[in-house]
């Protein structure tokens, strides 16, 4: 084996292409983009070395034309789960012994991948398959886990750095173990990267992994396998299961080797997950690392002071930058009185000046919702709001599933500050405003921390440093990132560490060394140099 103290490259945040007209980005992109649209393929599970086609499958189709069908998928029966935990498991041994390095090098040449070769596939498959417009796409499938990739390695160097102290008789080490056992993986439709990274950030930890992707991004999860076979992850460290969720759940919890779950979705499906590891926390070898990262119902409060402009782009990209299908968009909104008249005007004319339709045409702001389950869900909610009399819509409240999931950016403002829309996770374009009185400022902020179950993201938008202080510390448990002047969306890997508390999840912090933690084992070791031959103290002489 190599010896030495080694150096991994220092991790920098990914460059966000422009993708303008002309620029060859967006031609290869768009290039992608077409091949991928007029091809079928077709997604087995992986196991091992192993790829199997159950020939029980699933159509995968684009949101913005839900009748065009890109592929298929294999879903997973309970047999085939159970394979999936015990070839983890089979390859844990050797993966865990393997030098951190190796590890490191694994994850590194991933990123480069995709900031390569792999970058216009991975951005046309998340266009397709997610309805995100280009810009969205790159910062996500692209930037955002190149940057989760790079950084995790420089995380993972920094924790093993991380020693005691010893003497000149006595040498203590820690030891970084992976956990004992294998981690589940449930990853959303949402993001791209937190689909990659919830099962690499384990795995490159030591850990061995079971990993099931959202029904709804398989078609760029496909995407992920390809980059990680190609960056060299052994077969077994990351098996890959479809199906049905709680079959697969179930089966993985009843193994007496899981040892952790990496989550991001919903609030209900993690504390159910919650629930059942507790009925089942006797049967299991160690006490499980239970991780997630679920809703939120994120905030902007506009103080008096605030900049009229700064707070209606704020709005509008942190309510409707990927059709608000981000946990940390931005879905209410306080608005004070003395700015309302302003802010309604140029609210109007931002909202109405968006064009919507098929991401492949990089005119379009606004795509399609993900599915027809989120499309009629938000429609009911914008057809109550035109019923209820302490509700207005002033802008959108149209949609249209004819071809795709399209739902316009809609604006309800309500007089009630516990209207259903304004502490109701409705994760689509619909953003609720309350005008408060501008003496009111002080109540007002105890409302937004009073009002919602979640706590992941807000903004406060103020000119005046002694509102943002009151602001910052009466909603210090309102948010687990907290943003002033800017909208609540965008958390850059190594600057902004993620995640919130309450009902929005453990708050463990991805994009940071936090996460890294949860995913090791510590032991001590302690080396006496000089041993002691006689049990007798010296306070036992005369």
Request: aromatic share 10%; glycine share 6%; with cysteine.
């Amino acid at each position: 084996m190599l010896k030495g103290f080694f150096h991994v490259p220092k991790a920098v945040n990914e460059p966000i292409k422009s993708y303008a007209p002309n620029s060859p980005e967006k031609a290869a992109v768009l290039a992608a983009y077409q091949q991928m649209w007029n091809s079928k393929i077709d997604v087995p599970i992986y196991i091992g070395n192993e790829e199997i086609r159950t020939g029980n499958t699933r159509n995968m189709t684009a949101p913005h034309d839900h009748k065009h069908i890109v592929g298929t998928y294999h879903l997973a029966e309970k047999v085939h789960v159970e394979k999936a935990i015990s070839n983890a498991l089979e390859s844990k041994t050797k993966w865990a012994n393997l030098a951190w390095e190796q590890r490191a090098a694994i994850f590194l040449k991933a990123a480069e991948l995709i900031a390569g070769p792999y970058r216009a596939r991975i951005n046309a498959a998340t266009m397709i398959a997610q309805s995100k417009n280009i810009f969205q796409a790159e910062i996500d499938a692209s930037c955002e886990l190149i940057d989760f990739l790079r950084y995790n390695v420089e995380f993972m160097t920094q924790i093993y750095n991380d020693q005691p102290k010893s003497t000149s008789d006595v040498w203590n080490r820690l030891e970084y173990r992976p956990l004992e056992g294998f981690v589940y993986a449930i990853t959303p439709f949402n993001f791209t990267a937190i689909a990659a990274n919830l099962p690499a950030s384990a795995a490159m930890m030591g850990n061995v992994v079971v990993w099931k992707p959202s029904d709804s991004q398989v078609f760029s999860a496909k995407i992920i396998i390809d980059v990680f076979k190609e960056a060299g992850v052994p077969d077994g460290v990351i098996n890959v299961v479809f199906g049905d969720a709680e079959m697969i759940t179930n089966t993985v919890l009843a193994s007496r080797d899981f040892a952790g779950i990496h989550f991001t979705g919903s609030t209900h499906v993690f504390k159910d997950i919650w629930a059942k590891i507790g009925i089942n926390i006797h049967h299991y070898k160690t006490y499980p690392r239970i991780v997630g990262e679920t809703g939120g119902k994120d905030f902007i409060v506009a103080h008096p002071s605030a900049n009229i402009k700064q707070v209606v782009t704020g709005i509008v990209r942190g309510a409707f930058e990927f059709q608000g299908q981000k946990c940390s968009a931005a879905s209410r909104a306080y608005v004070p009185q003395s700015l309302w008249k302003d802010i309604k005007s140029q609210l109007i004319t931002d909202v109405k000046s968006m064009k919507m339709g098929s991401p492949e045409d990089f005119g379009n702001f606004i795509t399609a919702v993900i599915h027809e389950g989120s499309f009629d869900k938000l429609a009911r909610y914008i057809d109550q709001a035109k019923k209820d009399t302490d509700a207005e819509i002033i802008v959108g409240g149209n949609y249209d599933k004819s071809v795709g999931y399209f739902i316009e950016p809609t604006v309800i403002v309500t007089t009630n500050p516990k209207y259903t829309t304004m502490e109701t996770e409705l994760f689509g374009p619909v953003m609720t405003i309350y005008v408060y009185e501008d003496a009111k400022w002080s109540e007002t902020l105890k409302l937004v921390d009073q009002t919602s179950e979640y706590a992941l993201t807000g903004a406060i938008f103020s000119q005046d440093r002694y509102a943002i202080e009151e602001a910052t510390i009466a909603l210090q448990n309102a948010s687990g990132n907290l943003y002033i002047n800017d909208k609540p969306t965008g958390a850059v890997v190594g600057m902004q560490p993620f995640g919130g508390a309450r009902a929005s999840g453990t708050n463990d912090k991805a994009g940071s060394a936090l996460n890294l933690m949860r995913w090791i084992s510590p032991r001590t070791i302690k080396e006496t140099f000089v041993v002691p031959e006689d049990y007798r103290y010296p306070f036992l002489g005369e």
